[in-house]
């Protein structure tokens, strides 16, 4: 029997820690009905390999990963799956908000007029 992927094993660690029951769970578990490479894609690398490198809490990952998320304009489900791990993980409403306010010259008004709705349907989820 082979030993299992390490980046596998973490992956589904940090999948549990920063999505588990929440809407990046839910995009992962959806890929798997279309692509399972894709998922597993994402469990190994993107979470098991690149959310786990040392240089960076996990809390500054998913601050970096909501204004990518908001410069692109058209993530929303990732920006709401980073959004809720940020708050999973102790990132405060505050940094969230300010984080999306820092876009505004960058990612533009609308982008993040539209990442505040997202901001303020999460919010009212996590009371």
Same mark, same amino acid.
């Given at each position: 029997?082979?030993?299992?992927?390490?980046?596998?094993?973490?992956?589904?660690? =940090?999948?549990?820690?920063?999505?588990?029951?929440?809407?990046g769970e839910a995009?992962?578990?959806?890929?798997?009905?279309?692509?399972?490479?894709?998922?597993?894609?994402?469990?190994?690398?993107?979470?098991?390999?690149?959310?786990?490198?040392?240089?960076?809490?996990?809390?500054?990952?998913? =601050?970096? =990963?909501?204004?990518?998320?908001?410069?692109?304009g058209y993530a929303?489900?990732?920006?709401?799956?980073?959004?809720? /791990?940020?708050?999973q993980i102790g /990132?405060?409403?505050?940094?969230?908000?300010?984080?999306?306010?820092?876009?505004?010259?960058? /990612?533009?008004?609308? /982008?993040?007029?539209?990442?505040?709705?997202?901001?303020?349907?999460?919010?009212?989820?996590?009371?």
């Amino acid at each position: 029997m082979c030993a299992p992927n390490p980046l596998r094993r973490r992956g589904l660690e =940090l999948l549990a820690q920063l999505h588990g029951g929440h809407a990046g769970e839910a995009m992962v578990a959806e890929m798997r009905d279309v692509c399972p490479a894709f998922a597993d894609m994402t469990i190994d690398w993107a979470i098991g390999s690149i959310m786990d490198r040392p240089g960076l809490d996990l809390v500054t990952r998913e =601050l970096i =990963l909501v204004a990518s998320c908001v410069t692109l304009g058209y993530a929303t489900p990732q920006l709401r799956a980073h959004v809720e /791990a940020a708050l999973q993980i102790g /990132a405060t409403r505050e940094q969230v908000v300010e984080t999306v306010l820092q876009l505004t010259f960058y /990612a533009g008004g609308p /982008a993040v007029r539209n990442a505040l709705i997202v901001l303020k349907e999460v919010f009212s989820q996590t009371t």
